[in-house]
């Protein structure tokens, strides 16, 4: 087996995401959208699951619940979220949408579904589909192992 790391297929993926958030970014930058891909992942699924919890959305956006935290303190700043205490749990908060966070939500998930066409071209339905499997395959030989 070679070494050289730019041999790893976990080289590879890494550097496939990191060259799609490169690219995502700057296309949500030149739309002058106020939004980083993290702040429109944590809108986007608060939008989807009203009533999650801060430590189940970190994992649904693969963060440690501190960069979370941050991440909302700036959603809140720029008043795309308003975050009130829970009426039971003095430890959890209740975290709402605004009309100026739906707006955006809007109109970054445009140029999401664009990137991701864009990022997904001359590649077929079954390489897309084979590729899940072998990383859905990765992903469970990694996590029986833990």
Do not use: P
């Amino acid at each position: 087996m070679n070494n050289n790391i730019t041999d790893v297929i976990f080289y590879t993926i890494e550097k496939a995401i990191k060259s799609y958030r490169k690219f995502a970014q700057k296309r949500i930058d030149q739309a002058k959208l106020d939004i980083t891909i993290d702040q429109w992942l944590v809108l986007n699924c608060l939008s989807k699951n009203k009533n999650i919890s801060q430590n189940k959305l970190a994992e649904l956006i693969f963060k440690d619940v501190t960069s979370v935290t941050r991440i909302i303190d700036l959603l809140v700043k720029k008043e795309y979220v308003i975050r009130s205490f829970h009426s039971s749990d003095r430890r959890r908060f209740n975290l709402t949408i605004t009309e100026k966070g739906d707006a955006i939500i809007r109109q970054a998930s445009q140029i999401v579904n664009e990137n991701r066409s864009t990022a997904l071209e001359n590649i077929s339905a079954e390489e897309v589909k084979q590729a899940d499997l072998i990383l859905q395959k990765l992903i469970a030989n990694c996590k029986k192992s833990q």
